[in-house]
């Protein structure tokens, strides 16, 4: 249980309902997120001012912690167990440690422009020790493959307008992100973002929404009908079928 306002964790046995232990010397713990070993035996805490803490949770006590940005937002853990990625507000970017001694194995700066760094959110672990992240200001989707753990590649996918939160389906094959600065959810693949990309580069959207290419490509892939009142939003996407909805109700935003 994380305590947000005293910097400190409480490990609970779920057995029979009782704390067993406290740990404290977190530091800022506001949204602080943790995630497990494959074992289920450490658990790593990131915390807001950039911290990261590995517990022993059988041992109730720290192992390791170190400070790995000025400000954090959460992380995640490879799929293998044997990386942790942690997401930076600043510097804009992700880091990927050990999972066994912390040591920085890889940085991926959030520069999407020269000199221009986003905001890292809605980090994801995906299938094949991969990670999938939103970058809020440049209105775009990363995904970065740590087979090497020390030497990533990373591909670019555009996104629509401030992508933040981000999850991915139980089967692994979708990673779905919230967009903060237009109404919507962009279905992520990257069999699909890079058919989203080149009809995009090829047709362009007509209000220059990705996000709208990238629906539409989901809906194409899936065999789906596509329900909107904003047909030519989605005009010229090879194979989609375009049922049109109702009007609108007063009031209601398109």
Known sequence: VIERASGQVTLVDTSSRQAYARIGGLGDLSHASAVYSRDGRYAFIFGRDGGLTKIDLLEA???????QSGNAIGGSISQDG???VAQNYAPGGIKAFDAETLELLAEVPAEYAPGKFSKVV??????GNKFAYALF???EIWVS??????KPVTRRYPA??????????PDGRHYLAG???????????????????EVFRRLGSPRKRAADVAIGVTAAVDDAVLVTRN??????IPDLRIEAAGPRSPGERG
């Open 122 to 127: 809605g980090l994801a672990d995906v299938p």
């Open 160 to 169: 629509g307008q401030q992508p933040y939160d981000g999850l991915v389906t």
């Open 179 to 197: 967009l903060f600065g237009e109404d919507g959810v962009v279905p992520f693949s990257e069999g699909i973002a890079a058919e989203s990309a």
């Open 137 to 139: 200001d440049a209105g």
């Open 145 to 150: 493959d740590f087979s090497e753990p020390k």
């Open 82 to 84: 044997r990386i942790v």
């Open 61 to 67: 006590r720290i192992v390791k912690r170190v400070m």
């Open 231 to 236: 047909a030519r939003d989605f005009a010229g």
